[in-house]
Every structure is written in structure tokens, then in C-alpha cells.
């Protein structure tokens, strides 16, 4: 079955320091890839769109990339800030009439002075 | 503020009580999804509406009945539900036409009692 895995423990970083979040997952070949953010009882935000047939999508100071071989994808915070406290879930999806998204844990994330 | 709303934000409910949950987008889209989020899991798909109509049931009990009068609307009809039914119900729309950003309310907290 298809499993996407996240690391489940809280992410402890240093004001300034770079965040970097894993996405793994098994049994799927998804057409493209997607992480979102989520706040405490709130829905999840989009943050950006990768496709399978590409390496690295930038946006400010983030950056995903995304390995079809290694079924991976990586997130990147730089200059992390305390209001980049919050849960990043990723989601993968296949091309259709609508999204049908596949999302995994999420991991959340904290950033201390 | 996404464009999508929900209604209520908290509800508690008895086993045998019937209430429902309210969704509206003001995105102008033609998809609307219902989640379940509980806790150390994640979001589970429940439901998809495309054009109004129903294109992906992913084996939810029929203690859950979705309807979708139009393509700005969405509601989840609850009836004798269990306590692990228990969780955050997401509201999400997107443009219903493949790869795309799903847009998501804040949520419905659901306690059973």
C-alpha cells in the first residue's frame, strides 16, 4: 500500500539556521509533490508545487526538491525565523479531474531565539 | 483568510444526536473535499466533489453523508457517531482540473461524547 513518511519527532532549530524536512515514501508514483503548512487549529496553507520531472522549485526562503529514484523529497527553510513554527505536511498527488492528494504526518517544526 | 469557510469551528455531540457540518467557498471551484484529521495521523480523504458531483468515497461508514447542492457549497451530515469519530473535519476546494493547490477551511473540531 502507499505509505508516505515524515519524521514524526518535533524539529528543534536555532533562529537563523537552515530547516531541513524529509518526505519518503513507498508504493507510488506520484505525477507531482506539494508541501503545505499548518498552524494549531487551522487548515493547512500551500507552499509549493514540485513536479516528477523536475529537481528544485524555489520560493523566497524556501526550496524543494524532489527525487523520483529515491522517492524523496526535501524541504529547505533558510534563514529560519520563530514564526516558521509550525507543522509541514507533504502531499503527493496524480494528475485528474481533481486532486485526489495523498498526505503524510507532517513534522513539526520549532525555531527558538 | 483562504476563501474557504467552515461552520461550526466546535461541536460536541452526543452518540445519538444528528447535526451537520457547512462548508462555502468563494473561490469560484468546481472540486470541494472533506478530511479527517486525528491526532499523529494524517489527513484522511473522505470525500470529493467535482462539478457537484461525488467522484471519490474512500470507504467512509454511512454514519458520514455528504451533500453538495452546488459548487460553492458542501455539507457533512453526521448521525450516531462513535467517539473515535472524534477529530478536526478540513474543508478544501481547488480548481477541479488535475494538478493544482487545494485551498482548505479552518476546520470543524468534532468531540463525540
Known amino acids: 500500500s502507499q505509505k508516505i513518511e515524515q519524521n514524526s519527532e518535533a524539529l528543534n532549530i536555532q533562529e537563523g539556521k537552515t530547516a531541513t524536512l524529509t518526505c519518503n515514501y513507498t508504493?507510488?508514483?506520484?505525477?507531482?509533490l506539494q508541501w503545505y503548512r499548518q498552524d494549531p487549529g487551522r487548515g493547512p496553507v500551500f507552499l509549493l508545487l514540485?513536479?516528477?520531472?523536475?529537481k528544485e522549485k524555489r520560493k523566497e526562503r524556501l526550496k524543494v526538491t524532489f527525487d523520483t529514484t529515491l522517492k524523496q523529497s526535501l524541504f529547505h527553510i533558510t534563514a529560519s525565523q520563530p514564526a516558521d513554527s509550525a507543522t509541514y505536511l507533504c502531499?503527493?498527488?496524480?494528475?485528474?479531474?481533481?486532486?485526489?492528494?495523498?498526505f503524510g504526518t507532517g513534522t513539526r517544526l520549532q525555531v527558538t531565539l | 483568510e483562504t476563501g474557504v469557510t467552515q461552520t461550526p469551528r466546535h461541536l460536541v455531540m452526543g452518540m445519538t444526536n444528528k447535526k451537520s457540518l457547512k462548508c462555502e467557498q468563494h473561490?469560484?471551484?468546481?472540486?470541494m473535499y472533506w478530511y479527517k484529521q486525528s491526532a499523529k495521523k494524517p489527513l484522511e480523504l473522505m470525500f470529493v466533489y467535482n462539478f457537484k458531483e461525488q467522484t471519490e468515497n474512500n470507504s467512509v461508514p454511512s454514519r458520514f453523508s455528504p451533500e453538495c447542492p452546488n459548487s460553492s457549497h458542501l455539507f457533512l451530515h453526521l448521525h450516531t457517531l462513535q467517539p473515535e469519530d472524534s477529530a478536526l473535519y478540513l474543508c478544501a476546494s481547488s480548481q477541479g482540473q488535475g494538478e493544482e493547490t487545494q485551498y482548505f477551511g479552518p476546520g470543524t473540531r468534532l468531540l463525540v461524547l
Open positions: 508504493n507510488y508514483s506520484p505525477a507531482y
Open positions: 473561490l469560484g471551484h468546481n472540486a
Open positions: 502531499a503527493l498527488g496524480n494528475t485528474g479531474t481533481a486532486s485526489k492528494l495523498t
Open positions: 514540485i513536479r516528477e520531472n523536475e
